[in-house]
């Protein structure tokens, strides 16, 4: 049975008492934080204008956030552990609201840059204290899964309308509104947590792993810059070079873990198999969904002309269906288990990029909403119940840890996404387009090879027959990358659904009969204890 650290720790009795009003202030700020990953997206045009930066320094203005929270999620959530769940999520509010008015008021890329990390760091505290706080607030798993719900549902909303609520705010303001409206939440949610949120830690911490934080930190922004930096400027020395450093190190973590008396985070966490299963649910979920915003909003605003703003209002379909699948999870989760839950999530999400498979230049908006139905409802179910199974199986006393490795599996699956998908598009549509186009000279159509947005900025320099000629060839070259790449998804989440029905023990995460009925035995749900909750079978 696990333990759990609430009131007892805390001397406040408030934390039941108050805990959906708790979940309200760690959704608005999980909200704030999800949606500064997209949110600067619209801005770009203009900010490129206001500072100039070059293009390097504009690769790192959008990048050093992602990396910054990807390196320290695990780190900041096994602190959060030691030092207390609710003081860390109010330093983070402080340095996150400090970081947005800073980049709001960024006179020089590189002051842009610095804020940015800055972000970076208030989000990697908040991101993890939310899920470990709700691991100690919510005690009965039914209630539990329902808040999850709502988190995975935030987390989705933010990625969704950032894109919006950017192109609003430079449509009426200028760029830096887009961080300053991020000052004042902060500084509701600060006053929120202060008195609504308990305090909670481990009650005997172990000594805090410094090598082990460092391998951590080092060794994920590595991996991430290789992955982000592979998929936008191919295998390169720098980009070999750098993931091969973050394997490396994450090597050496790995077996520093499984060697020292007191790691980093608790290895045995990954010997549950619902647990190792449920986190490679979350990077496979997150895989179907990075990529995919990637090429939808370059097909609508490339191929059919939309706005960034339009672009994200047309993701409204997947933000909806997140929001009727994750909590859809609330009821099927203790009465069928984490198994079936995770199959449905990962079995929709595949079945929706079937819909894609042959989408073309001319593709009505009806089937781009379909196929983003059914990933949004698929991502809210198998990322919720993979929540579930992840923050059940870990104790409350060291939540903070699972809390990270599951934000990590968050960053990383969706920079591989955007790293394979954008990839293996780019090259089919570089492939696609190697053919001779009547009235372009070849280095013209070397130009346009380069991706999307390369070829519709040449053809509209050529004139006449030439460039139409040139812009229909790269439309249907990208179409068929686009369709391909969907293909090659959805089988690959079809076939980890199927894996999952297989690797899942076929009671994890269901509720105990007789006693769930009742409303008892809120912490004693089959497998939540690992492998050794068989013990719990009627």
Not at 132 to 137: A, E, G, P, Q, T
């Amino acid at each position: 049975m696990d333990t759990v650290v609430n009131d007892t720790h805390s001397g406040d009795a408030g934390g039941a008492r108050n805990r959906w009003a708790v979940l309200a202030v760690l959704s608005v700020s999980l909200l704030v934080v999800a949606l500064d990953l997209t949110v600067l997206n619209v801005a770009l045009p203009t900010l490129s204008t206001e500072i100039e930066p070059s293009s390097v320094q504009l690769l790192w203005i959008v990048d050093v956030y992602s990396l910054v929270v990807a390196g320290l999620l695990i780190s900041a959530g096994t602190l959060g552990d030691r030092l207390g769940r609710k003081r860390f999520l109010c330093l983070g509010f402080l340095v996150f609201g400090a970081a947005s008015a800073v980049a709001a008021w960024a006179t020089d890329p590189a002051m842009l840059i610095a804020a940015r990390a800055l972000l970076g760091i208030g989000a990697a505290i908040i991101m993890p204290s939310t899920l470990s706080i709700i691991r100690n607030v919510f005690t009965d798993r039914r209630e539990r899964t329902v808040a999850l719900a709502v988190w995975a549902t935030m987390s989705a909303a933010g990625a969704a309308v950032g894109p919006v609520v950017g192109g609003v705010m430079i449509e009426h303001f200028w760029w830096g509104s887009v961080f300053l409206i991020n000052v004042p939440i902060m500084v509701v949610a600060l006053i929120a947590a202060l008195a609504l949120v308990p305090e909670s830690r481990h009650p005997n911490p172990p000594r805090w792993d410094a090598v082990g934080a460092v391998l951590s930190v080092v060794g994920l922004i590595s991996l991430v810059y290789a992955i982000q930096h592979g998929g936008a400027e191919g295998l390169e020395a720098q980009t070999i070079i750098t993931g091969v450093l973050g394997v490396v190190l994450l090597a050496a973590l790995v077996m520093r873990v499984l060697r020292v008396p007191d790691p980093l985070f608790d290895p045995g966490l990954f010997r549950n198999r619902a647990f190792s299963v449920a986190v490679t649910a979350v990077v496979l979920a997150m895989f179907g969904m990075g990529g995919l915003m990637l090429l939808l909003t370059q097909h609508w605003q490339f191929i059919g002309g939309a706005s960034p703003m339009e672009s994200g209002l047309r993701l409204l379909p997947l933000l909806l269906a997140t929001m009727i699948g994750a909590p859809a999870m609330s009821v099927i989760v203790p009465r069928y288990g984490t198994r079936y839950a995770m199959m449905i999530g990962l079995g929709l999400i595949g079945a929706a990029f079937f819909v894609l498979v042959n989408v073309r230049p001319d593709t009505e908006y009806w089937v781009f909403a379909v196929a983003l139905a059914g990933i949004g409802a698929g991502a809210g179910c198998a990322m919720t119940a993979a929540s579930d199974a992840i923050m059940s199986t870990a104790e409350a006393d060291s939540a903070g840890g699972a809390a990270g490795i599951e934000e990590t599996s968050y960053e990383l699956g969706n920079g591989l996404s955007v790293a394979i998908m954008g990839s293996i598009a780019a090259a089919l549509f570089r492939r696609e387009m190697d053919v001779s186009v009547p009235g372009v000279d070849e280095r013209y159509l070397e130009a346009a090879r380069e991706g999307l947005p390369d070829a519709v900025a040449t053809a509209r320099a050529l004139p006449g027959a030439a460039g139409e000629e040139l812009k229909r060839r790269a439309d249907d070259a990208f179409t068929d990358a686009f369709g391909f790449t969907s293909l090659c998804t959805g089988i690959l989440l079809v076939v980890v659904a199927v894996a999952v029905s297989l690797l899942i023990p076929r009671e994890a995460g269901r509720q105990v009969r007789g006693k769930a009925e009742h409303g008892e035995g809120t912490e004693e749900t089959v497998g939540a204890a690992g492998e050794h909750g068989s013990k719990h079978l009627d």
